[in-house]
C-alpha cells in the first residue's frame, strides 16, 4: 500500500523559507516521479515542481521558478525548500507520484497523493 506523508507546513512571514518533506512507503513497483501540488481556497490543485526517479530532471511551475527547489532519495522521499516566499504561496502543499515524465503535470496523471500541509504565509 501507498503511503504519501507531507510535513513541514507551517506560519511563515513572506520573504522567509520553508522546507516541506514528502515520507513516501510502498513505492516499490516502477520508477515513480515525484510531484508537488498546491491548493488555494477556492482554487484548484496547481501543479508546483516535478522530479524524475532519478533526481536528474525536475520541473517548476513558473510561479516558483527560481525560489523553489524539489529534490529527493532513492526511496521516493521528497523535499520541497520554498525561499523567498509570497502571500500568494498560501495554500495546502500535497505531495504526488506517477510513473509518467516530469512534464506531465496535470492533477489527473497522478496515480497517488498525500492528504497535504497547509502553508500559510503572513505579508
Known amino acids: 500500500q501507498v503511503q504519501l506523508v507531507e510535513s513541514g507546513g507551517g506560519l511563515v512571514q513572506a520573504g522567509g523559507s520553508l522546507r516541506l518533506s514528502c515520507a513516501a512507503s510502498?513505492?516499490?513497483?516502477?520508477?515513480?516521479?515525484m510531484d508537488w501540488f498546491r491548493q488555494s481556497p477556492g482554487k484548484g490543485r496547481r501543479f508546483v515542481a516535478s522530479i524524475n526517479w532519478s533526481g536528474r530532471s525536475t520541473y517548476y511551475a513558473d510561479s516558483v521558478k527560481g525560489r523553489f527547489t524539489i529534490s529527493r532519495d532513492n526511496n521516493g522521499n521528497t523535499d520541497l525548500e520554498m525561499n523567498n516566499l509570497k502571500s500568494e504561496d498560501t495554500a495546502v502543499y500535497y505531495c504526488?507520484?506517477?510513473?509518467?515524465?516530469?512534464?506531465?503535470?496535470?492533477?489527473?496523471?497522478?496515480?497517488?497523493w498525500g492528504k497535504g500541509t497547509l502553508v500559510t504565509v503572513s505579508s
Open positions: 504526488a507520484a506517477h510513473s509518467g515524465a516530469t512534464t506531465d503535470i496535470g492533477a489527473g496523471a497522478m496515480e497517488y
Open positions: 510502498g513505492l516499490t513497483v516502477g520508477p515513480y516521479t
